[in-house]
Each structure stands twice: as C-alpha cells, then as structure tokens.
C-alpha cells in the first residue's frame, strides 16, 4: 500500500500562481508515474496532467495546457504542479494517483491508476 499526501492547495485571485505537492510515504514515484486529477464540485472527476518517466513525456488537459505544469524534484520523491494564470474554473479538489510504471503511454484515465490521494482543495476567487 502506498500513502499519497498532497499540499499545497489554498485560495488565490484570478491570475495569480499555485504550486501543488504530492509525495508517497516517503519512497521515491521511480518506479511509479503520477497523475493529476481534479474534482469540482457537482461535477465528476477529471484528467489534469500526468507524467511517464519510462517513456519520458507529459500529458496535459486542453484545459490546462500551457498553464500547468507537471515536474518532480530531483530525487522524484516529490511530484509537482505548477499552476500559473489560474482561472475560477480550476476551482476544485486536486489529487495525485499513481500506478506502476514501465508502460508505453501516458496515463489519462481514472482507472489507469491505483493509488490515489485524499485531495487538496483549490479555490480561485476575485
């Protein structure tokens, strides 16, 4: 079992910068890749952006492209998401998944992942 912990939600204004952590129990993502997934709410969970170390690409929403970005810290015990010129529509929970790695593509789907975290709440208000 492995216990996923993200931080770094909070409120922010129209255009203005967060940056959301994920780190699993300690161990290193190596053998893992990450995705990121929202929930707003009344509406069901959705796809944000998602990394593959074994095929080294990125995966991104349209909804997010060139304003998320997905990175690890250099040990890759630590899965960022740099979300710059938020908009009110990234209002949600954020929660970071893993699965097992060595596969071919980029993991979009919910069900791609096994493990998920409890979600850290997002909220851009004016």
């Known amino acids: 079992q492995v216990h996923l912990v993200e931080s770094g939600g909070g409120l922010a204004q129209p255009g203005a910068s967060l940056r959301l952590s994920c780190a699993a129990s300690?161990?290193?993502?190596?053998?893992?890749?990450v995705g990121w997934f929202r929930q707003a709410p009344g509406k069901e969970r959705e796809f944000v952006a998602a990394i593959n170390w074994n095929v080294g690409r990125t995966g991104y929403a349209d909804s997010v492209k060139g304003r998320f970005t997905i990175s690890n810290d250099i040990t890759r015990t630590t899965v960022y998401l740099q979300m710059n010129s938020l908009k009110l529509e990234d209002t949600a929970v954020y929660y970071c998944?893993?699965?097992?790695?060595?596969?071919?593509?980029?993991?979009?789907?919910?069900?791609?992942?096994?493990?998920w975290g409890q979600g850290t709440q997002v909220t851009v208000s004016s």
């Open positions: 300690g161990r290193s993502f190596s053998s893992f890749d």
């Open positions: 998944a893993i699965r097992r790695g060595g596969l071919p593509t980029v993991g979009l789907r919910q069900t791609d992942y096994d493990y």
